[in-house]
């Protein structure tokens, strides 16, 4: 195991510059997942971390040794791919064993390895089988059963999910985060799908252009989002905006409405009177209020799901989601008040999107 360090890395494929000056620090043991929009560099960065990709500027450091000019196989890394990248012609026993070969690892050695490996991966009843002869969950799990028994100091895992079906994604999750923990390898994890990061992640690294948006604990960023781009990106549903003016009057601070609502918010919110603003809820802070209670919306579509109810409706122009735990029988064009919780609620500036409420 070990630590990675990622110092002021910067990427260029020709005159384009893909990666930004990205400084990142992952722990020995930790989980950090990487996550983006398509085309934000996650992949890029990943791929300079395994020397895949030469590094233009900056250093990356695993376990104290800066590893900038190593070939892959000297960093002492296991990657695991979004396509699984086994070999057709090989069993579940040889595509998991070949790295080893490759190393002369006597064979008492590599049985032992792959075996353990197999058993905490579930494959022992697999060994024998060829990857046509699998489903894209056991494929999956063979891909990670060869990174396992290499032993390596990190493990990099390139979007691994991608291919499987919803239900499957979500066992893997699970599985993955349970390897993680019997393991406690060091393992750096790429995905676009920010639920991935929110379930699996010690650390989340939110990207955008080639830029780390903000990092931290999941939550954190739930709760504590730096900008807009965050706040709308960490979430499911995702957090509702709506342009508003910002209003104070000596200590107090409130929000203004295009319709001329207005609503409290946090008393430690920046900014001055009549700033643009985007004011920001996540629909489950959103609670069914009376008449002059909160902000007049009108139903769109409303979409029970068993646990809990998801309504859409429509602000000033503003499409909001809310979710709720009863049961409503609204239907579109039905006039619903909705209650924001207003310790919870997020302010951003309009034009750069940095977040005004610094929360506790």
């Known amino acids: 195991m070990a630590s990675v360090q990622i110092q002021a890395v910067q990427k260029y494929f020709g005159s384009t510059q ?5 400084d990142i620090d992952i722990d020995d043991g930790q989980f950090a997942v990487l996550v983006g929009p398509s085309g934000c560099g996650k992949s890029t960065l990943l791929r300079m971390l395994a020397g895949l ?6 250093e990356i450091a695993i376990g104290g040794r800066v590893v900038n000019n190593m070939q892959p196989k000297e960093r002492d890394i296991a990657m695991v791919f979004q396509n699984y990248a086994l070999y057709p012609h090989m069993t579940v026993f040889d595509n998991m064993a070949f790295s080893l070969l490759l190393a002369r690892s006597d064979k008492a050695s590599i049985r032992q390895r792959v075996e353990k490996a197999a058993d905490i991966l579930g494959l022992k009843d697999l060994l024998d089988r060829y990857p046509r002869q699998l489903s894209g969950g056991q494929r999956q799990r063979v891909a990670m ?3 396992i028994v290499r032993d390596p ?3 990099l895992f390139d979007e691994p999910l991608s291919n499987l079906d919803a239900k499957l994604r979500v066992q893997m999750r699970t599985e993955i985060k349970e390897m993680h923990q019997r393991l406690k390898t060091t393992s750096v994890y790429v995905t676009h799908d920010q639920i991935e990061a929110m379930t699996m992640a010690d650390q989340i690294v939110v990207m955008r252009d080639g830029v780390v948006e903000q990092r931290g604990k999941p939550l954190d960023l739930y709760d504590r989002p730096a900008n807009l781009f965050v706040a709308g990106f960490i979430g499911s549903p995702a957090m509702n905006f709506i342009p508003a003016t910002l209003r104070r009057k000596g ?3 409130e929000v203004e409405f295009s319709d001329g609502t207005r609503l409290p918010v946090p008393t430690n919110v920046e900014g001055m009177d009549g700033q643009k603003v985007i004011y920001g ?3 489950e802070h959103l609670a069914l209020g009376q008449p002059g209670d909160g902000i007049p919306t009108g139903v769109i579509v409303v979409e029970p799901t068993g646990a809990d109810t998801q309504v859409y409706s429509r602000f000033c122009g503003t499409e909001l989601t809310s979710v709720f735990r009863e049961r409503h029988d609204f239907t579109a064009g039905d006039l619903i008040h909705l209650r924001p919780d207003h310790q919870q609620t997020h302010l951003f500036d309009a034009g750069t999107g940095r977040a005004l409420v610094q929360h506790d």
């Open 53 to 58: 990709e030469e590094i233009s500027e900056g």
């Open 18 to 22: 893909v990666i930004r000056g990205v």
């Open 153 to 155: 100091q990190v493990f």
């Open 251 to 253: 200590m107090d601070a």
């Open 145 to 147: 059963g060869r990174a």
């Open 281 to 283: 809820v996540r629909p």
